[in-house]
Structure formats: C-alpha cells, structure tokens
C-alpha cells in the first residue's frame, strides 16, 4: 500500500487548499521550524481516523480547524482527503484503483468521513484500514502482510 496524494484545507496551519503527491519510493518532508512539517503527520493519522486529540497535539478535537491569524479569518472546518493505491486490488477490486478517504470537521462538532465520495461511519473506515491485517491467533501480535 502506499499513499498517493494528501489534500488539506483548513486543518492546522494549513488554511488553504494543499494538495502533496507522491511518489513510489521515499518521500521527506523537510523545512524549517514552524513551517508545519508536524501537521502533514497529523493529517494523515487524523483522516485514517484517530480520535485522541493528544496524539493529535491538541486539547479539543476543533484544534485541528485552522485558528485564524491576524490577517486570516478562522476555517469554518477542516477536510483531509488520502488517497491510497488499490492497482494490486489489495482493497478489493470494488473500490478501483485508488481509494480516497475524506474526513471532515465543522466547528459545530459534525464529523463527516467518505470512502471515494460516499458517506460512511467511521467504523466503515477502521474496518477498510483492518482488512490488510491478518490475526493468526488471539494471543500473538498482529502483523502486516
């Protein structure tokens, strides 16, 4: 599996629309202190669906919407949308050749996740994520295959 592209918009420091694609092989996300280099992490365990805010550097779940600045009105919400290659069909072959999560976040508190445009739980999310691991017994670590 890996990851195709990472869309933000209004999540962290990242007020604008940002779309970072990548490409096979490894990629590094370098800058300088402050530039938001942490908050690229962030995103991608937010949108896979983490829900500690400590994990998240955060005290509230709205953290994570664009504050505002000076001379930046604040986000009304935050979106961040992974795309993940599915050519191999490690997901299934119902989902296509990429697979794109979307979760967003209104200051009203309303949480929306998609899977390819389609509203789904966050359970629907966890499970899709769920389905590359393999138990072999209850009592043994899990692994990824």
Do not use: C
């Amino acid at each position: 599996m890996f990851f195709k592209s990472l869309e933000l918009q209004g999540f962290k420091s990242f007020p604008d629309r940002v779309k970072l694609e990548f490409e096979q092989g490894l990629t590094a996300v370098v800058g300088p202190n402050g530039s938001g280099k942490s908050n690229i992490g962030d995103a991608i365990r937010w949108v896979l669906g983490e829900q500690s805010t400590k994990l998240l550097r955060g005290n509230r779940m709205e953290d994570v919407i664009f504050s505002g600045t000076k001379r930046r009105k604040p986000s009304g919400f935050a979106a961040v949308t992974i795309q993940l290659d599915n050519q191999t069909g490690l997901f299934g072959e119902s989902y296509g050749e990429t697979i794109a999560i979307t979760r967003k976040l209104y200051r009203s508190g309303e949480s929306v996740y998609q899977i390819n445009g389609k509203a789904v739980r966050l359970k629907d999310v966890q499970e899709l994520l769920l389905s590359l691991i393999h138990i072999s017994e209850p009592t043994r670590p899990l692994y990824i295959s």
